[in-house]
């Protein structure tokens, strides 16, 4: 997915069972992030994050949801045991993790894997990407995020 893209047609489930699709995204800003797995370091830093920086994000009319392979159950254990308040998708079939680029070959330290690439992506209110990070390091990525979202809403 490039800059311009409009967001697939998906249907996927949220943490509590919600079907969610591409039209929830629609006029509103949405932070889309990818991860790979639930209650791991990076992963758990990055969705705390969110979580602490959630006012700020619905200050500026912004969701933030996370996306990984994990399954709704295991969604609902990660958000209680770090009291996350962020919507987090079961992608298990990758139907939204592929088309994003989010899914396939990864190197972490010199070894070559298929798995989930780290990123996010912010959603315009039309449905379009309107910015990527295809390579996400955790530390200071939250704030990268809120700052250009502040950027493109002018």
């Not at 830093?45 to 295991?74: H, I, M, Y």
């Amino acid at each position: 997915m490039e800059i311009g893209s409009k967001v697939p047609a998906f249907k996927l489930v949220d943490q509590d069972g919600r079907e969610v699709t591409q039209d929830d995204f629609k006029d509103q800003w949405t932070v889309l992030y990818f991860y790979p797995k639930d209650d791991t370091p990076g992963c758990t830093t990055e969705a705390c994050d969110f979580t602490a920086q959630r006012p700020q994000f619905d200050s500026l009319d912004a969701t933030v949801v996370g996306c990984s392979p994990d399954k709704p159950e295991k969604h609902v254990k990660f958000i209680e045991k770090y009291n996350l308040n962020v919507k987090l998708l079961s992608d298990p079939d990758k139907q939204l993790m592929e088309p994003f680029g989010a899914w396939g070959k990864k190197v972490l330290y010199g070894k070559e894997s298929i798995g989930v690439k780290r990123s996010t992506f912010i959603i315009d209110p039309d449905g379009k990407v309107a910015h990527a990070w295809k390579s996400v390091k955790v530390k200071g990525h939250v704030d990268k995020v809120r700052e250009k979202l502040i950027a493109l809403k002018g």
